[in-house]
């Protein structure tokens, strides 16, 4: 059975780094595409930043582009998050997803597996 398992997440204040690990197991190879959403209470999930395979493509927000960088460790099936001078507007779970074929999973906000969701609370 898929699992994502997410971790790194916690509280910093603003300026402050994380660093969001998500291991994948079960996966027969490396996912096609590998990313992080987020979701504040009261808001809807939105694509933080996003990986393809194939292609190496990557995409970020507006909002993090600078300040956020996707890695991944496709031997290990493993997607990182490093997060630089973060702000308050960055509090939220943030999950990560997979997704083994899907060509469309950052445009459409959507994979066909998600992580339980690590939470970022970042403080002014």
């Known amino acids: 059975q898929v699992q994502l398992v997410e971790s790194g997440g916690g509280s910093v204040q603003a300026g402050g780094s994380l660093r969001l690990s998500c291991a994948a197991s079960?996966?027969?190879?490396?996912?096609?595409?590998m990313g992080w959403f987020r979701q504040a209470p009261g808001k809807e999930r939105e694509g933080v930043a996003g990986?393809?395979?194939?292609?190496?493509?990557?995409y970020y927000a507006d909002s993090v582009k600078g300040r956020f960088t996707i890695s991944r460790d496709s031997a290990q099936n493993t997607v990182y998050l490093q997060m630089n001078n973060l702000k308050p507007e960055d509090t939220a779970m943030y999950y990560c997803?997979?997704?083994?074929?899907?060509?469309?999973?950052?445009?459409?906000?959507?994979?066909?597996?998600w992580g339980q969701g690590t939470l970022v609370t970042v403080s002014s």
């Open positions: 990986h393809y395979r194939v292609s190496g493509a990557t």
């Open positions: 997803a997979a997704d083994p074929d899907c060509n469309t999973c950052w445009a459409g906000r959507t994979a066909r597996y």
């Open positions: 079960e996966f027969t190879y490396s996912p096609k595409f």
